[in-house]
């Protein structure tokens, strides 16, 4: 992680520094909720994770995924891609079945789950909602 600190927003790095104790304990859950996994290499390129998953809540999300996605080893995907940890599981089946009818749901997921993500379960806003775009919604201004 040491190497990303250059390029590390300064909003993410202070809240590290403000919580060194409670973020060696997340550290630690990661390491043993994920086995097998690079975890520093993985925060290392999603530091964020790191501040949003608290123990309690990165197990129950596991088990969460593990239940309604049976036979993946859903603990492989994350550090490809850790936005399948906010995915809404039953809407990424659906997902694989209506773009990849031809190919079993949980293979889909297993292979492309970048295909399947939607934008907000990536962190991103929804393309309509673009400044500027005819279609976004409007925007309230301050007074002045």
């Known amino acids: 992680m040491l190497t990303r600190l250059t390029t590390t927003k300064v909003d993410i790095l202070e809240s590290y520094i403000n ?8 550290l630690l859950s990661f ?5 097998g996994v690079n975890v520093s290499k993985m925060l290392s390129m999603n530091p964020k994770l ?3 998953w608290d123990e309690h809540s990165l197990a129950e999300r596991l088990s969460y995924l ?12 994350v550090p490809d891609e850790p936005s399948i940890l906010r995915a809404d599981a039953d809407a990424l089946i659906d997902a694989a079945k209506r773009l990849l009818p031809n190919e079993d ?4 997921i297993a ?4 295909m399947l993500l939607s934008m907000v379960d ?13 279609f976004s919604s409007p925007r309230k201004t301050l007074p002045q």
Do not use: F, W, Y
């Open 19 to 26: 919580n060194l104790p409670v973020l060696a304990v997340r």
């Open 105 to 108: 749901p949980l293979s889909a």
């Open 111 to 114: 292979t492309k789950p970048q």
């Open 31 to 35: 390491k043993t909720l994920l086995p």
């Open 50 to 52: 790191l501040l949003d």
């Open 66 to 77: 593990r239940r309604k996605l049976p036979g993946l080893r859903v603990e492989l995907l």
């Open 122 to 134: 990536v962190g991103m806003d929804s393309a309509i909602d673009v400044e500027g775009s005819p």
